[in-house]
């Protein structure tokens, strides 16, 4: 069984299979139909048979990488036209979260961006108008992505607990409240970030960006956070870009925003999500649109820090009118960066468990809230400058990070493009150790559960310690 569907046969490419149907989010729609694989090797060649309630389709392809992936577009098509849709929708047989790394690969490859865009066009047929975002994206961001030091470095921070749990949140991370450890946890995570200065002086480490996220990190009492955001603010250099996620109003104190400003933070994330407060009842946050206006104002009028805003598309109980709100506020205030989200109903969240699909906005909808977004936001000066995509996203669309001039979050580019290596702090959190020009991955995962993450965190800091001698070749 794999991701609901019958399997047999070997891994690679059942993985095919899970990749497209899964990414791809072709049955979030809909009740999950009956379907039978039977993967097989058949002298040099890949042989899949697929059964999608009693209709059959074989589909063959060369035991390579290439061949895989020529499978699982054929494949891709098949599971759309059987569901009536076009062949192709705009971003055509193209899955997965990163399209704009493909991009930088052919980029790599052919030395420009048109013919980078031209080979994803021929291969995976994606729409000119998807191609045009990608090629806009690409050109922005890669004096970002052009090789450096490879002891150039970002840092995530990651708090993995929030006040209230919004029902379109997938994430196995707690309320903070109920969570009866709060002193050990905040005592684990100092050891955590005491050992990452350790780290970033003992092998020359330039840290170029730091991202505290989450979950909220603002959910935590104000001496917490300031004791955390202390302790990462020597491991981040001032001057260079230092993030805060403050989604919440609710859980950000005029003290906590003292605490940023002393710390040398220069960013923060204001989330709201939706400028409706019905909305925002229905989705679980626990502040107001009043809220919302209230911080952003007190930021403005007493702080230089860049703001994001975060948006999302299909959302319960959610019309035209009510993206029309939303720009309209961004429009008027004009926040640094806009994130359009496009919601992806995710197994495990309570938007998914508690059947509330049937208050979701349909595809189309979501569609034409999405693209008059971007045209509002163009028309305001903002260019976009990242993207990617999750499983069971509305419409197969995605998500846009738009800035305005000379304001991108460069730790969101480095996150997406997986060009610079990325050391993690806190449960829940990976690092991930890269190099050109292969960028292939040394990885560790931080345990999700926290008290495993307090319970192990010396053998997991020495496990990061022998990540780094072997990437830096420390004998």
Not at 52 to 61: A, C, L, M, P, Q
Not at 271 to 279: C, F, L, V
């Amino acid at each position: 069984m794999l991701n609901g569907y019958h399997y047999k046969g070997p891994l690679p490419l059942g993985s095919v299979v899970a990749h497209n149907c899964g990414a791809a989010g072709l049955f979030s729609d809909a009740v999950n139909p009956d379907v039978v694989l039977d993967a097989v090797e058949n002298g040099d060649s890949y042989v899949l048979s697929v059964r999608v309630d009693g209709i059959e389709r074989t589909f063959t392809g060369a035991i390579t990488s290439l061949g895989r992936r020529h499978i699982g577009q054929a494949l891709l098509v098949f599971l759309r036209e059987l569901q009536g849709l076009p062949s192709y929708n705009e971003w055509g047989t193209m899955v997965g979260v990163r399209p704009t790394k493909l991009l930088h690969k052919y980029i790599d490859t052919y030395g420009s961006v048109e013919e980078a865009t031209r080979h994803i066009r021929d291969e995976f047929s994606v729409s000119m108008e998807k191609l045009d975002t990608l090629a806009a994206i690409g050109v922005y961001q890669r004096p970002f992505v052009e090789v450096g030091d490879d002891r150039d470095v970002s840092i995530y921070c990651g708090i993995p607990f929030c006040e209230t749990r919004c029902v379109y949140c997938s994430f196995p991370y707690g309320l903070y409240q109920q969570y009866p450890q709060q002193d050990l946890f905040i005592n684990t995570l100092m050891m955590d970030i005491d050992d990452m200065v350790s780290l970033c002086e003992s092998y020359g480490l330039n840290v170029k960006t730091l991202y505290m996220g989450g979950g909220t990190p603002t959910i935590l009492d104000n001496d917490s956070f300031d004791t955390v955001l202390r302790g990462l603010s020597r491991i981040v250099p001032k001057g260079r870009e230092f993030t805060v996620e403050a989604g919440r109003p609710d859980s950000v104190t005029k003290e906590k925003i003292k605490s940023m400003e002393s710390c040398h933070v220069n960013r923060i994330s204001i989330n709201p999500q939706t400028m409706d407060d019905t909305i925002l009842r229905a989705i679980g946050r626990g502040h107001t649109v009043q809220d919302i206006d209230d911080m952003y104002r007190y930021v403005r009028k007493h702080t230089k820090l860049v703001v994001n805003m975060d948006f999302i598309a299909g959302l319960p109980h959610q019309q035209m009118i009510h993206m029309v709100d939303n720009m309209d506020y961004i429009c008027q205030n004009l926040p640094e960066n806009v994130t359009i989200h496009t919601l992806a109903i995710k197994r495990g969240s309570p938007l998914y468990d508690l059947q509330m699909q049937e208050h979701v906005p349909n595809e189309s909808l979501v569609r034409d809230m999405v693209q008059y977004a971007k045209e509002r936001l163009e028309v305001a000066g903002y260019v976009p400058y990242y993207l990617y995509r999750q499983q069971y996203m509305k419409g197969q669309l995605e998500n846009i990070g738009y800035t305005l001039p000379g304001k991108a979050c460069e730790y969101n580019i480095n996150i997406m493009e997986e060009r610079q290596t990325i050391m993690s702090i806190g449960p829940g959190s990976s690092s991930k150790w890269m190099r050109a020009p292969l960028f292939r991955q040394k990885k560790q995962h931080m345990p999700k559960d926290v008290d495993v993450y307090n319970a192990t965190i010396q053998s997991l800091l020495n496990k990061r310690h022998a990540l780094c001698d072997s990437f830096w070749e420390v004998q």
